[in-house]
């Protein structure tokens, strides 16, 4: 198995900055990747960002697409969430997610996933 903590979310006005982070522990992978989805009130679960093992091949939602960078360190098999400009539709609930093998923008590969973290953005 594969524990997943996320770390780093709050409360910031409109136009401002956070960094998410998550923390893979337990059984470990060779080739993996690692992805960020949110999820607001009354809405589905969508994709954010993800990235590989190897810290290559970020791709990103359209809607964070030149806010938000995704990045890696694979020797504290950690991801990294740096969200900026953010704005009021971007509050959410933010969540970790793992799979074996390459990323991909479908929550269904990922079968490991973290408690989830609140980022709200006020306007």
């Known amino acids: 198995q594969v524990q997943l903590v996320e770390s780093g979310g709050g409360l910031v006005q409109a136009g401002g900055s956070l960094r998410l982070s998550c923390a893979a522990s337990?059984?470990?992978?060779?080739?993996?990747?690692m992805g960020w989805f949110r999820q607001a009130p009354g809405k589905e679960r969508e994709f954010v960002a993800a990235?590989?093992?190897?810290?290559?091949?970020?791709t990103y939602a359209d809607s964070v697409k030149g806010r938000f960078t995704i990045s890696s360190d694979n020797a504290k098999r950690t991801v990294y969430l740096q969200m900026n400009s953010l704005k009021p539709e971007d509050t959410a609930v933010y969540y970790c997610?793992?799979?074996?093998?390459?990323?991909?923008?479908?929550?269904?590969?990922?079968?490991?996933w973290g408690q989830g973290t609140q980022v709200t953005v006020s306007s």
């Open positions: 997610a793992y799979t074996i093998g390459v990323a991909g923008r479908s929550a269904n590969i990922y079968p490991y």
């Open positions: 990235i590989n093992w190897s810290g290559g091949n970020p």
């Open positions: 337990g059984r470990t992978f060779s080739f993996y990747s």
